[in-house]
């Protein structure tokens, strides 16, 4: 498993990623080779190519730093005791997981996006963190 983080992060057209990713989470070792996520994703405009057609509605009017927002507002409602997966299903724009519910199982040759990947093989049990991909934002929760 690599332990490289940066190598696949997107970051903002100067270079800094943005605040809302986990970055303290990021940092550590791997925890686990294997894990079970759940995800909220939320996109923004400038990522519609990565979509092929496929965005959500919802995405196609938001910016990144609206998404930004929306992440913060997402947390705050987690981190204060909100239902993960009743959130999860009335704001993902990851229709396919929103709608089953059900976890990811996440290895690292897992056929997932390395940002994904690698914020999911670090988070501690029932821990929730942020990473970002081509896709847009990941807040995600392990539950094994």
């Known amino acids: 498993m690599s332990n490289k983080i940066g190598a696949g992060a997107p970051k903002d057209l100067d270079g800094a990623q943005s605040a809302v ?30 979509f092929q057609g496929r965005q959500d509605a919802r995405a196609t009017k938001r910016s990144k730093t609206d998404a930004e927002t929306e992440i913060k507002a997402l947390l705050g409602q987690i981190k204060a005791g909100g239902d993960f997966d009743k959130i999860m299903k ?27 990947r690698q914020l999911s093989l670090r ?22």
């Open 90 to 116: 009335e704001n993902s724009e990851d229709k396919g997981s929103a709608m089953s519910g059900a976890p990811f199982k996440v290895t690292p040759d897992a056929g997932l996006v390395i940002e994904f």
């Open 123 to 144: 988070l501690k049990l029932d821990e929730v963190g942020v990473c970002q991909s081509d896709f847009g934002f990941h807040i995600i929760k392990r539950y094994q």
């Open 21 to 50: 990713v986990s970055a303290d989470i990021l940092a550590r070792e791997p925890l686990a080779n294997t894990a079970m996520v759940k995800h909220i994703l939320i996109s923004w405009a400038d990522l519609a190519d990565t």
